[in-house]
């Protein structure tokens, strides 16, 4: 079974600061997905940011960028330029690719509360 | 193209009553899960279907039903219900690579 651990339950930075969020996993799988999720207080869950565990290369989406260490099972968060908005839980989770019988479900981490002070 | 809708979104219960949350997706996937999310914490997976007519159990099943008569529709039974279901329940349908959450439902158990 696969584990997620985010060691941060809360953080804060200042308004257009850089903000990193951590997050560790325990797998004994090769392949598999990594999310980032965003829940603000409407408690809708957003999707920020995916990794494939194939790819070196450290997936980007406009402010936020990951860090993925597969050999270290690392996957941090970092928020750059932060932005009132952002203000939110995360959630780190990880996923298996899917299969006929066992589906694609997510196994997710405790959350990180963000506040972002103006 | 509505994604994935829950009802109702708001629901109190009294201990011992039995309810469906609804969950449909107008996405055509095969995959579809149930979710809870605890207050302070992440969300645990519940029941889960492949296709229509398969569900299995996930991580916390006990206490719920699913079934899958048709692809789009996959609700949530609470049998008797109980205060410790009260948390909020996310249903969610999924490519191969990536879930779709609905808004939710907060369930309160008294």
């Known amino acids: 079974a696969q584990t997620v651990t985010q060691s941060q339950p809360e953080m804060s930075v200042q308004e257009a600061e850089t903000v990193t969020l951590s997050c560790t996993y325990d797998?004994?799988?090769?392949?598999?997905?990594l999310f980032w999720y965003k829940q603000p207080p409407s408690r809708q869950m957003i999707l920020v940011i995916r990794q494939e565990a194939y790819k070196q290369q450290n997936a980007t989406e406009n402010r936020f960028s990951v860090n993925f260490q597969k050999a270290a099972k690392s996957f941090s968060l970092k928020i750059s330029d932060s932005q009132l908005g952002d203000t939110a839980m995360y959630f780190c989770a990880f996923m298996k690719p899917p299969n006929n019988n066992a589906g694609n479900m997510l196994t997710f981490g405790g959350g990180t509360r963000l506040m972002v002070k103006p | 193209n509505a994604g994935v809708t829950q009802t109702p979104k708001f629901q109190v219960l009294k201990t011992g009553q039995s309810m469906t949350l609804q969950c449909a997706q107008d996405?055509?996937?095969?995959?579809m899960s149930w979710y809870r999310q605890d207050p302070g914490m992440g969300l645990r997976l519940i029941h889960y279907s492949v296709g229509a007519g398969i569900t299995d159990q996930g991580e916390v099943p006990n206490g719920y039903n699913v079934s899958r008569s048709t692809t789009e529709d996959f609700p949530l039974r609470l049998l008797s219900a109980a205060p410790s279901q009260t948390s909020v329940y996310f249903c969610?349908?999924?490519?191969?690579?990536?879930?779709?959450f609905g808004p939710g439902t907060r369930l309160t158990v008294t």
């Open positions: 797998t004994s799988e090769s392949n598999y997905y």
């Open positions: 969610a349908s999924s490519t191969r690579d990536e879930q779709y």
């Open positions: 996405m055509n996937h095969e995959y």
